[in-house]
């Protein structure tokens, strides 16, 4: 009796003793997946939203110096500014983790949401672009008020609101409204900059290191939720976003306004190889600005399947970004121009993106043994 | 001695109650904490309430989450555990729990666990055994109920079907997948790389090949190694190190716990009154009131009968549903033809991915579903790779897409599917119209081949 007694104490205290989460070991094993995280926080996650938060500051500089003196010179310089970054926002659209949970800051939400609201044309009149700048009764914190701030807004507001630039200054000048528009514009670059630092800020001043030690496996592992983001970024921001919703993959007819940079007739094709850039980059754990290359998923992959002896799937992957990229290469210019005149490139486009949707989250994930959901079920 | 008399004299052998009685209250307290764990977790919630769909087993479509009243079944599902468990009103009790325990199960074929239904079906058997005749609140109560001694049967039909999930379990692991590929763990051990001193051990290819026979092995001898008392401590061992390992490893909640605490029946009554008296001591209970050397008597011959009869049969099905998938041509683990519900426990990594086409068949126009409008990620990841999800949520969509005008509403699937892996590989037939297909247990002739072949059971 004292013998069985003992060993199930014994059994209880091992079984309870090893479900703690415990910090991670030394990793021996020839392959360290704390690199992966390391690499992509020092030299892809923050050095792209350094990078992303100058150029914020240098719009909220533009949009102020515009707004002190609209005329056409400060006009092209805000829209200089506004394009560039835009540009450097595809390098740190697809990173949701690592956002002041306390502030409930959705950055992607409140800075890239398209097609915006502009006006009473829009699908939901009741609160648009132009009613916000009317009435002066807006919080842009409100989620929803997301559709009429960031880059989709400012590109309404700089390149929509007429056919000319002599119209589009009028706005800003001799309009009644004039000061109610530039408040308007400055409210939102400052906000835009605003998010974004805190952002920066909050991944300085501690949430690198959490993210780089939380290692481990499970559904709230740095690995695991990072790998869903980006899956998700992949497929509804890239994938149907920039291209499948305006080719009208999901809806019975092409969707024309749906593209990025409606307004701006003619950006939308550099925004989407500029994300595509940066997704492949981030596969690869290419550092961000320089040739160099890290641990990231494709190393992972490699040395995974160097284990398993299976069909090499980075090379796979790769070369299905290629084939996406060179497909987009015969698009126009201006996407929405591209959907109405021979929507089949857009959607030959769409097709070499949705071949990536496969690799990535079937086989990638099955070799990766992550979890394809935020749900921390019990398996069987 | 003819068989017949020696079944006979079986029937009649009766063995100390305390075990079966130790049983009660420990799944009972078990259960309770199941429960209150998957609420704490904010599973009730998530699992139930927020989906706008659910995903139904073949014929319990009228089986639904009943929106915030759900918290109700739980609450329900938690109180009987505790009756059960002190055995207070005991045989309405068992009732209650089996029912909204099995309700909770089939309102969303996502969550299928097959411990989960080990819970219903052994809920269920116990409905029928006379685990309140000692140390409970009825028998305490009820001097006519209060019995020292049950018949043997009873406490071994429990052995019985815990001897079949293990031994089930093991048989399932009989197959070239698991014996000679180590898959699925050598998919799955190398992720749990931060473990202090296994995590390296567990990149080991050798390692992934040791746990998979070890594995079959346990599972295969563990039911005999507990039923004979010489190896009994040493299996007793194994079952903690084995679950404990398990614990380890892989996100599986209550059920080590409840395995471990289920095998201690195998053990002679010494043990388990020991633990009576432990509890006795604590509770101030006289323990000595229960001690009255009668034997539990059916309240007739029918009934002892009719039980006997009804557990004879629950114990066939049990032995013959997991054999079903025989009566399906086709890889079983590709088409899951008759999968579940047959301790085929940890055998795959499956994983899909499911693109849903809706053709509008008058005006030809036609459009892809973005799946999280209707799924939550999870019930999506269950749907992707399991066909009669990927049917049934074609349908769902087939009735969305009528009542938002679409008349003629034909639904076609790209789907993609890796098992243990393999490369991902066209899963249904493209060509196929699934809402001319009604749901049924009939051979699915949709499904494209797998053109490969894992032999074994």
């Known amino acids: 009796m004292r013998k069985f007694s003992f060993v199930f104490i014994l059994g209880l205290i091992l079984l309870w003793g090893c479900t703690d989460d415990n910090p991670s070991g030394p990793d021996a094993d020839d392959f360290d997946r704390e690199e992966i995280l390391v690499n992509w926080a020092d030299n892809i996650i923050l050095p792209a939203f350094e990078s992303f938060s100058t150029t914020t500051g240098e719009l909220k500089t533009a949009g102020e110096n515009f707004t002190a003196n609209p005329n056409q010179q400060t006009l092209e310089n805000f829209r200089q500014a506004w394009r560039s970054s835009y540009l450097a926002w595809q390098h740190v659209s697809m990173f949701e983790i690592g956002m002041p949970l306390e502030n409930d800051i959705k950055l992607r939400e409140y800075l890239n949401t398209y097609p915006v609201s502009a006006n009473q044309n829009s699908p939901s009149p009741d609160q648009t672009i132009q009613k916000n700048i009317e009435t002066g009764d807006y919080n842009l914190a409100l989620p929803s008020l997301r559709d009429t701030q960031g880059f989709p807004a400012l590109d309404y507001l700089l390149n929509g609101l007429a056919e000319s630039d002599d119209e589009i200054l009028e706005h800003y000048t001799v309009d009644e409204k004039a000061e109610e528009y530039k408040k308007y514009l400055n409210d939102l670059v400052d906000r835009m900059n605003h998010l974004t630092v805190q952002v920066l800020n909050y991944w300085k001043s501690g949430y690198r290191d959490e993210f780089v030690s939380n290692t481990g496996n499970g559904a709230n592992a740095s690995l695991d939720m990072m790998v869903n983001d980006y899956i998700y970024y992949y497929e509804k921001v890239l994938r149907a976003g920039k291209v499948g919703n305006p080719a009208g993959v999901f809806s019975p007819t092409p969707l024309p306004d749906r593209i990025e940079a409606y307004y701006s007739k003619g950006f939308s094709k550099d925004l989407f190889l500029e994300a595509l850039d940066a997704t492949q980059n981030f596969f690869n754990g290419k550092h961000f600005g320089s040739q160099e290359q890290g641990e990231s998923l494709a190393s992972y992959l490699d040395y995974l399947n160097t284990m398993k002896e299976g069909a090499d799937l980075t090379e796979l992957i790769n070369n299905q970004f290629e084939a996406a990229r060179n497909q987009a290469e015969n698009l126009n210019p201006n996407f929405a121009l591209q959907v109405e005149t021979d929507n089949t490139q857009m959607l030959a486009t769409y097709d070499e993106l949705q071949k990536n949707v496969v690799l990535l989250k079937v086989d990638m994930v099955q070799a990766l043994n992550v979890n394809i959901t935020y749900q921390d079920a019990d398996g069987d | ?457």
Request: charged share 20%; net charge neutral.
């Open chain 2, 1 to 457: 001695m003819s068989i017949e008399s020696t079944i006979q004299e079986y029937f009649r052998k009766t063995a100390n109650a305390a075990p079966l009685a130790v049983f009660r209250i420990f799944f009972g307290i078990l259960m309770l904490i199941s429960i209150i764990r998957f609420a704490a977790n904010g599973w009730i919630h998530k699992l139930y309430i927020e989906p706008d769909f659910f995903f139904s087993y073949y014929g319990f479509e009228w089986v639904q989450p009943i929106g915030e009243w759900t918290y109700l079944i739980f609450i329900i599902c938690g109180l009987s555990a505790i009756f059960v468990s002190i055995g207070y009103k005991y045989r309405v009790a068992i009732v209650v729990f089996f029912l909204s325990f099995t309700y909770i199960e089939l309102m969303d074929k996502t969550t299928y666990l097959n411990h989960y239904y080990f819970i219903s079906i052994l809920s269920f058997l116990m409905i029928f055994l006379p685990a309140h005749a000692y140390y409970s609140v009825d028998a305490w109560k009820n001097e006519s109920l209060r019995a020292q001694e049950v018949p043997a049967w009873t406490t071994d039909s429990v052995k019985l079907l815990l001897g079949i999930v293990y031994f089930y379990a093991g048989l399932a692991k009989l197959n070239s997948d698991w014996l000679f590929r180590a898959m699925p763990l050598q998919i799955w051990l190398p992720a749990n790389y931060s473990l202090p001193i296994l995590g390296d051990l567990l990149q080991q290819t050798w390692v992934h090949y040791a746990f998979s026979w070890a594995g079959a092995l346990y599972d295969l001898t563990i039911p005999f190694l507990l039923l004979m008392r010489r190896t009994r401590l040493f299996a007793f061992v194994l079952v903690v190190v084995f679950h404990a390992m398990t614990r380890v490893l892989f996100p599986i909640g209550m059920f080590p716990y409840i395995m471990i605490v289920s095998a201690l029946i195998f053990f002679g009554p010494k043990l388990h009154n020991t633990i009576l008296d432990w509890i006795s001591r604590f509770f101030k209970i006289q323990k000595e009131r229960f001690d009255n050397a009668k034997s539990y008597l059916f309240s007739s011959t029918a009934t002892r009968k009719a039980t006997i009869g009804l557990l004879s049969l629950f114990f066939l099905a049990q032995l013959l549903i997991p054999f079903r998938y025989l009566l399906y041509p086709g890889e079983l683990f590709w088409t899951e033809e008759g999968f579940r519900f047959s301790w085929r426990v940890m055998l795959m990594e499956k994983a899909g991915y499911a693109n849903f086409k809706v053709v509008d068949s008058d005006s030809g126009q036609s459009f892809y579903v973005d799946n999280t409008e209707f799924l939550t990620r999870f019930q999506e990841k269950q749907m992707a790779a399991q066909p009669d999800f990927i049917l049934e949520y074609a349908h769902h969509l087939e009735d969305h897409y009528q009542q938002k005008g679409i008349e003629n509403p034909g639904i076609y699937v790209e789907s993609y599917v890796a098992l243990n892996g393999r490369r991902s590989r066209p899963y249904v037939d493209p060509k196929t119209d699934l809402t001319e297909i009604e749901p049924s247990l009939k051979h699915r002739t949709w499904i494209l081949p797998f053109d490969d072949e894992i032999k074994g059971l």
